[in-house]
């Protein structure tokens, strides 16, 4: 069973920086992308960030180009989400989501989600 827990989440003041994790379990790294999407109360789903192993991409919104990085602990079966020079418009819950195959930029394509963890970037 695939499942995916998020942690990190919280508040921080703009131009702050968090670090978001995602343990995985259920599957490895070798056959699945993983990354993280956000969706606001009254918003539309957002792909911010996705990465595959096997085929060594990454993807970026555009939004949060330049700002974030994600990285994976293959040891741990964990991904990070570094977030930097946060901004209010980051404000979000951050969901950990997961696909069978590679790396794909459409949020919806992610079949697997965690609970989430909210992020508020605000003074």
């Not at 921080?12 to 109360?41: E, M, N």
């Not at 195959?101 to 605000?122: C, F, N």
Request: hydrophobic share 30%; aromatic share 12%.
């Amino acid at each position: 069973e695939v499942q995916l827990v998020e942690s990190g989440g919280g508040l921080v003041q703009p131009g702050g920086s968090l670090r978001l994790s995602c343990a995985a379990s259920g599957f490895t790294f070798d056959d699945y992308a993983i990354g993280w999407v956000r969706q606001a109360p009254g918003m539309e789903r957002e792909g911010v960030s996705f990465i595959d192993k096997r085929y060594r991409r990454t993807y970026y919104g555009p939004s949060v180009k330049g700002r974030f990085t994600i990285t994976l602990d293959t040891a741990e079966n964990t991904a990070f989400l570094q977030m930097n020079s946060l901004e209010p418009e980051d404000t979000s819950i951050y969901y950990c989501v997961a696909k069978g195959g590679h790396l794909g930029g459409d949020p919806e394509a992610y079949v697997y989600r965690g609970q989430g963890t909210p992020v508020t970037v605000s003074s």
